[in-house]
């Protein structure tokens, strides 16, 4: 085994190299080259990339979402990411998804480096762990396809000495070309004494004082676009951690001067810091961007490094260049306060803005349409024409845009602080609960940039604090109808209650802001809205995934009208959630006319027709049976199932319905109630089509969407759902204790009476 | 290095053994004796635990969370765990996770064992591969105290000759007690051919014809309390996976018959998994309990073993004993079908039930006293007096819980289906919105058994299907109470409606259950809640978790009521979450009679008082500053802080309250409604205590809870919070496409008359 390891005297390139820098060398497998022949399997879940192969070094990144095109990588594990929180040697597990990682990012062609301070930690443990980590390390790497290369061990390098430097670059450079991953391991125990850091400018004059600037000169030597610091702080804050206002600083510009600390929640961490901020900076300023994160949280570490690769954010990014504008956390404040205001506006105020920005959309039709046709134009052969069509705005489009945005203004004046309560609890103690917005709503849609303004104006009607987030598709509409929506905005000094995200922003850190964001709504394909579910952290969102809709025709249904539903349900607009997807017939129907021009209708209107199992068991010849009964086919297709009874009809329903949309048809109103009343889904409708349950038609005003959850708002949801209430309670100098048992006053809790709701 | 290793010839005890049967020993670091003078470091998140010496093998577990008393656990771990889903080597972060697991539990005085069939998965590849990787494992294992003892690998064995078989149950159980994990290495490549499985009975009997069997083969013979069977599937299921009803079988008994089936969510595998099943019931039939689960899924394989035996749902668990109840899945069912039964009944029969149910706890007050008298006595000693408090009931206890329980019941009268809103949408078309329970209902309550009744009572008022979950230290009384409720519900047929979960299930399992359960409500300590929240998988959780009031005394205040106000609200109930926080004074008050008055009266209620930064410069001798301006001291304490405006002091709100409840004293009214439009909080008050915040104190009737979410029900939550709503729409045959531009039908969207909420 260590026969294959060269020990001291090695000279790569035929030269000497690090006094104290040890070199391990790691085969890596074969570059995956950027071919779409080439099938790539994939145990993470970040997709495949292709690296650009001759990205320009000498200029960092502005963006970390500009973080996925970086070739080079150094990633630098420090003393506590590679040993474990209770003394007891090496995090194994830790290390081992690091190595799976760094793997990963490797296959997809990029040239990783990792630099550890392994020495320090395990300087009192004996040299034999070193060997075994590199072999599980080697392990790891080595993935069936390639020979493990060899192993080398450096000893006595002065970095000042530069004919040295030169052959340590050389010897990494000729490895990173042999498609090895090279791995420095240094030692603090012989790293010379610290120099004064006179010049952060130059590369020769920083004092190898520590691992970290060590980790720096090594990533701007090698000329590495990335270096990645994982220790067990979480970054740069700008308050110490742990006090009221601290915040971890997502972007750091070294030219703005901030106070920051480092450190994690819970501890203060200031001493050997300092020198990983300076090391960072100076990184920075040779061209190598840097992101310090903590990589010994458990629930991260298995995907840290490609997280901070595929630009989330993760720990503190180093970033010469400073966006224009502001980040999405200024953005949030700004929704926060900016809604506040708007909700303490008159109704009639916050209509005003809505008429306003409905002019403009009229008023501005040209500017809209240019920048609309720009998208157009980028997007044309990259999308499908569906998406095409989504994208396109027109005339008539802004138009009828500008019609419901009226709508959205009339529906608006009796929404925020209605009187929905009101109690007498004592004399002069009056208790008022009245509503109020949400907060800040977070709207992400895609394609369709008609949703902004339609979206704007019911945060706007509401009161509530908006960040928007678009599609990149529709980039150049979206810049401009946020315009118009500010301009309208400003006319009672909003402005900033509407705030449009750049497009740079990931939808996931965006759904992890818990403490910015009181409510997500995703608008667009149901995919999305699972999506959003599944990255929402302890924000709730509004909205449905499936809308499995029902209709029961009962023993005693009228053929035609039962044709005639049927038919609006299943075939008007089959791709809308509130479309028909089941139809559950009485058993004494089979074989009767009602069946025969049931079947006819739908053979006429091309339905292709599934077979429930109990279906399917009546039939001689059966159409194709159904996979599964809760499927949602949102096309010209209908599973068809027989029941027993109207109780098993609402028994089906409860079992594989989505709580959405079902029907009852029948002329017997007793049949008809008990379904009303017993099936517990969101709408329940008796002899009407399905496609009913939607906001316009059901006369809410303007429709936010539809929920079919359980909590807060649910079904067809009007400007309702972004409304909440407060309890404002008027008082003398009304105390508690008073109304103990012995106490001079006793509650009257009179309800008061409250002011009807406006009929329209 | 292979120097420490002895191949073949080697013969333990001076024998020779297992042909196929490869073993690696590890050893361990010292036993840790359970004795509390030492100090154990644990990286995990599982407690220490004394493990019990001297268990007496030769019956299973009947219950998981029984699993955390096993001894000596096999875990074995399928080539699916050991190998990487891209079939490019060894799943190093996994294997890397469960040493480490195995660590912990063998640190905690188990005897661990580990079966791999690490041959069949890396039967092609070197032999090298298998060193490394047991290098690292020792290297795990090895936590700096012990010394790497050695390594095993034996050859030649059929474990069909007596002998043989012998040798190596006393080869396993030397090296057990030296202290040392065997690993068993299998090969299947050289398992003799599968043999009739004829006598389930017998140990001698059962073929070796898989690894499986010889892991359940190894965990009987050695006495094994608990085998841990590691593969690529979940567990059992009761239909095929990805079926419409699939479920995973969380215990299976082999009385019962059931017709399972093996698999993952996604895949349907039945070939080898016959014989995973037979031997799971063989083992259990030997003594060994057995839990097969899936160690693959990248979420859970950190901690899938240690989860196990700490008796979480995971996978299915093999039990010979049938548990005399329900399942908290059937009982999630029952609550569910329970609940819509009482959600159509009369709100006049939900009232009786109430009222019968507040009967019984009078009349059969001697037994419920006998029960709680039973808990008493086993807490004695093991609770600390306040709990015992808690704990205990009393007659007068009962009789004011009777009372409670007959306002509810007066205050169900108007809650499910009440008529929120009425609309015509077209001739005979009228749409109806009622509110509807919320369906089922999760509360967990700790102690005080007092909970039970009422929380019954809030769910049958409300309608709901309710699943309840008390503190083990309370089960005699919550059984008895439990069994009451279900009495009273029983006079009108729906028994089921309210469960009583049994004090085994892990709360953390039940928060998991997001498909039966659609809310959930803790009630107890703000830790309780905190604790709730974050284990909450996708179910809302109702509760806050901070109170951090304020009251803003404007400069226009008048000094007696401030006094009054800042008295009542600190000092009449300081633990509750209703109490005040912070004192915000205006500046213009420093100085001043009023002042004087308000720091006179806090001394005297002996208020230690923490002062702001603000208020700090200005005094001379300034009280201890405080650490955060976001404390609940929940105690006689007291923050104050000095604010420039009304602004300035609802910006403070803002920035450090929890938006429960704030209140502003002033005498001027125009500043008082500037403040309510202003601060945006659940609950914001004028010249009031801040502890009028109460369901009671506001009316509603029977308190639910105070919760400061912003979606669904905020601030005092009466039964109303415990409802959502559903929209009822009767027709005769309307379909939308009459109302399309060209239809012959135009909306008409009439708001019609809405029944007036009942005044008391």
Chains 1, 2 share one sequence.
Not at 360 to 366: F, G, I, P, V
Not at 472 to 480: F, G, P, T, V, Y
Request: aromatic share 4%.
């Amino acid at each position: 085994m260590l026969s294959q390891v060269y020990w001291g005297g090695f000279q790569p390139l035929k030269q000497r190299l690090l006094p104290w820098v040890q070199c391990i060398a790691i085969s890596r497998s074969e570059r995956i080259q950027p071919s779409a022949t080439r099938h790539v399997r994939s145990w993470s879940n970040i997709p495949f990339i292709t690296v650009p192969l001759n990205r320009t070094h000498g200029k960092s990144f502005a963006h970390r979402s500009e973080l996925k095109h970086a070739k080079r990588i150094v990633v630098k594990l420090g003393s506590a990411v590679v040993t474990r929180g209770d003394e007891c040697g090496l995090a194994l597990g830790r290390l081992a998804s690091i190595v799976e990682q760094v793997s990963v990012l490797q296959n997809q062609g990029r040239e990783m480096m990792l630099v550890t301070s392994g020495a320090v930690a395990f300087g009192k443990q004996r040299l034999r762990h070193e060997i075994l980590l590199s072999q599980s390390v080697r392990q790891a790497l080595h993935s069936g396809q390639n020979q493990l290369k060899e192993m080398i061990l450096v000893t006595n390098l002065d970095f000042h000495d530069e004919q040295k430097r030169r052959n340590l670059n050389g010897t990494l450079h000729e490895l990173l070309r042999m498609n090895i991953v090279p791995i420095v391991n240094t030692n603090d125990a012989v790293v010379p004494p610290a120099e004064p850091n006179s010049d952060l400018q130059g590369v020769n004059v920083i004092s190898v004082k520590d691992n970290d600037s060590l980790a720096a000169r090594l990533a701007v030597e090698m000329k590495t676009d990335l270096l990645i610091v994982l220790s067990d702080v979480e970054g740069l804050f700008d308050s110490p951690p742990g006090s009221d206002d601290a915040k971890l600083i997502d972007i750091f510009y070294p030219g703005d001067q901030q106070s920051v600390t480092f450190g994690t929640k819970s501890r203060v961490g200031m001493g050997g810091m300092e020198a990983k901020v300076k090391a960072a900076l100076w990184a920075l300023q040779g061209g190598t961007s840097v992101v310090i994160a903590n990589g010994t949280h458990p629930k991260v570490s298995g995907h840290v490094i490609t997280d901070i690769v595929e630009g989330k954010k993760v720990g503190t990014f180093f970033s010469e260049v400073k966006p224009a504008g502001p980040t999405v956390e200024q953005q949030g404040e700004m929704a926060r306060s900016g809604g506040r205001m708007l909700a303490t506006l008159e109704p009639e105020q916050r209509a005003e803005i809505i008429h306003h920005l409905a002019d403009l959309l009229t008023d501005q039709r040209d500017e809209i349409l240019l920048a609309n046709k720009k998208d157009l134009e980028e997007a044309e052969g990259r999308l499908a024409a569906p998406l095409l069509k989504r994208l396109s705005l027109s005339t008539s489009k802004l138009n009828s845009l500008a019609i419901g945005l009226r709508q959205i203004a009339a529906s608006s004046q009796d929404s925020v602080g209605r009187v929905l309560r009101r109690t007498r609890i004592a004399k002069n103690l009056e208790l008022e609960q009245v509503t109020v917005p949400i907060g800040v709503l977070l709207v992400i849609f895609e394609s369709r940039p008609d949703c902004l303004p339609q979206v704007a104006a019911l945060a706007i009607a509401s009161g509530n604090g908006l960040l928007l987030k678009g599609g990149k598709e529709a980039a150049h509409s979206n810049r401009i109808l946020h315009l118009l929506t500010q301009e309208a905005l400003s006319i009672h000094g909003v402005k900033e209650a509407v705030q449009l995200v750049n497009t740079r922003e990931e939808v996931e850190d965006l759904c992890r802001l818990d403490k910015m964001i009181d409510l997500i709504i995703p608008r667009g394909s149901s995919q999305l809205v699972r999506d959003i579910q599944k990255a929402a952290k302890g924000i709730p969102v509004m909205g449905h995934s499936e809308g499995i809709c029902h209709m029961y025709v009962d023993s005693e249904a009228s053929v035609d009208k039962a044709t005639r539903l049927v038919r609006d349900s299943k075939c008007e607009y089959p791709a809308a959630c509130n479309a028909l997807e089941t139809l559950l017939i009485h058993r004494d129907l089979l074989r009767t006319p009602l069946f025969d021009q049931l079947i006819d209708m739908l053979r006429v209107e091309q339905v292709k027709i599934h077979a429930g199992p109990k279906f399917a068991s009546y039939l001689t010849f059966s159409p194709s049976e159904v996979k599964s009964l809760r499927t949602e086919y949102g096309d010209l297709e209908l599973c068809i199932e027989v029941v027993d009874s109207v109780q098993d009809a609402i028994d089906h329903i409860h079992k594989y319905g989505s709580s959405h949309t079902d029907v009852i048809v029948t002329e017997n109103e007793q049949t008809a109630e008990f379904f009303l009343q017993h099936v517990d889904s969101a709408c329940v409708f008796w002899n009407a089509s399905t496609r009913f349950s939607d906001g316009y038609r059901f006369g809410l005003g303007a429709e936010v969407g539809i929920s079919t959850s359980r909590i807060h708002a649910r079904g067809p949801v009007g400007l309702e759902g972004l409304l909440t209430t407060k309890w404002l309670l008027r008082g003398q100098d009304h105390v508690v204790s008073d109304f103990s048992e012995h106490g001079s006053l006793k509650y009257l809790h009179e309800n008061l009476p409250v002011p009807q709701r406006n009929t329209n």
